[in-house]
C-alpha cells in the first residue's frame, strides 16, 4: 500500500453563502464532478433541493448527520433552515442570521473533527451589516470565532500565491495598521502555513514594498525603512527566504514570478488586481493562521447572475480541490 492509499476519504463542509445569491447554484453543480472527498453542503435543504432541480440533477437530498457515509447518487445537505424564503436576487436582511448560522455549523464541525476543512460559497457584507449584525468577511468572522489573534489572507491562482499584510481597511487606515509586530507575525504565519498546509519546506517569499518604488531609499515614503526592512533583517537571521522589499509595479513579472512560492503585498489592491486578472473565476481565497483548513471562492455573491444558470462554478471548484490537497498534505504529515 502506497502513501495515497494510506490516506483517509476527506470530509468537507461547503457553506452555501447568501441565499439569493449565485452560493447555492454553484453547490448544486458540485456532482458535475466526482470527488475524492465527502462533501457536505451546508444551507436550507429545501432551497438547495429547488436548485438541484434547476440544474437538471436528479440525485436524493439526505439530511445529512455526523457519522453518515458517502453513498452514490446521494446529496448530502447539513440543514440549516432559512428565516424567510429567499428570492433570488433580492436579498433580506431577515437571513443575515441564516447566513452565519451555516458558518457557525461550518466551523463547529472542523473544531470538533466532524469535517477535516471547510470551503466557502460567497456571502454579503452589507446585507449582514444591514441586519445590525457587524461583519466585515469571512476572514474577521474566523479569526474571531476561534480567537486566532491574527490570521493572513492569502489567494492562489494564476500560478500565484498572494498573502496580504493588510485586508479589508479604507487605503488611509493603511499606513497605521502596517506595524513591525503585525508584519513579523504575518510573515511567520505564511512562512509556517506554507510549509505545513502547502508542503512547502523553506519557501521563498517576494515582500512588496509600500511605497512607489518601494520608497526610492524614503525620498517617496520610509515604511520600507523604518518597518519592512527591519523585520525582513530579523526573519532572514531566523532562516526565512525573503526577497524584497520589492517595487509593486516590477514585483509581478514572469522573471520574479518563476522561483517564488508567494507574494505578501501590503495591501488589499496592491495585489490582488494582478492575481483576479491571471485567475479571475478559478482563484481561491485561502485563510491561513486559523486551527482548521478554510479555503473559498475569489468572487462575490453576484445577484445580477442569480438564477440564470450563467454562474461559472470555477472557483468552488478550484477551493474545493485546494481544500482537498491541504487536508491530504496535513494527513501526510500526521
Request: hydrophobic fraction near 45%; aromatic fraction near 4%; charge should be neutral.
Amino acid at each position: 500500500m502506497n502513501d495515497v492509499d494510506k490516506l483517509s476519504l476527506p470530509v468537507l463542509a461547503v457553506t452555501s453563502g447568501e441565499p439569493s445569491g449565485v452560493g447555492p447554484e454553484l453547490c448544486a453543480r458540485l456532482p458535475e464532478r466526482k470527488w475524492p472527498a465527502h462533501l457536505v453542503v451546508i444551507g436550507d435543504i429545501e432551497l438547495i433541493e429547488e436548485r438541484l432541480e434547476r440544474a437538471g440533477r436528479a440525485l436524493v437530498v439526505r439530511p445529512w448527520q455526523p457519522g453518515m457515509k458517502p453513498e452514490a447518487g446521494v446529496f448530502d445537505v447539513l440543514h440549516c433552515p432559512l428565516a424567510c424564503p429567499a428570492l433570488t436576487g433580492k436579498s433580506s436582511p431577515k437571513n443575515a442570521a441564516y447566513v452565519l448560522s451555516i458558518l457557525d455549523h461550518a466551523l463547529e464541525g472542523c473544531t470538533r473533527g466532524v469535517f477535516d476543512g471547510m470551503v466557502t460559497a460567497p456571502v454579503h457584507k452589507g446585507v449582514i451589516c444591514d441586519a445590525g449584525i457587524p461583519f466585515s468577511g469571512h476572514t474577521e468572522y474566523f479569526a474571531a470565532r476561534t480567537h486566532t489573534p491574527q490570521v493572513v489572507m492569502m489567494l492562489v491562482g494564476g500560478g500565484m500565491r498572494v498573502a496580504l499584510a493588510t485586508t479589508h481597511l479604507p487605503l488611509v487606515e493603511v499606513p497605521r495598521a502596517l506595524t513591525q509586530d503585525r508584519l513579523t507575525r504575518t510573515l511567520d504565519i505564511l512562512h509556517h502555513d506554507l510549509d505545513a498546509r502547502f508542503g512547502l519546506p523553506r519557501p521563498r517569499i517576494l515582500v512588496a514594498g509600500f511605497n512607489p518604488h518601494a520608497g526610492e531609499g524614503g525620498h517617496i515614503g520610509r515604511e520600507e525603512i523604518d518597518i519592512i526592512i527591519p523585520v525582513l533583517e530579523r526573519l532572514r537571521a531566523k532562516g526565512l527566504n525573503l526577497v524584497g522589499p520589492l517595487p509593486a509595479d516590477t514585483l509581478f513579472t514572469p522573471h520574479n514570478l518563476r522561483e517564488a512560492d508567494a507574494v505578501l503585498a501590503m495591501y488589499h489592491d496592491q495585489g490582488l488586481p494582478v492575481l483576479k486578472h491571471a485567475s479571475f473565476g478559478s482563484g481561491v481565497n485561502v485563510t491561513l493562521g486559523l486551527p482548521i483548513i478554510r479555503t473559498s471562492v475569489d468572487h462575490g455573491t453576484a445577484f445580477d447572475l442569480a438564477g440564470s444558470g450563467k454562474a461559472d462554478p470555477g472557483s468552488l471548484f478550484a477551493a474545493v480541490e485546494l481544500a482537498i490537497d491541504m487536508v491530504k498534505a496535513r494527513q501526510r504529515r500526521a
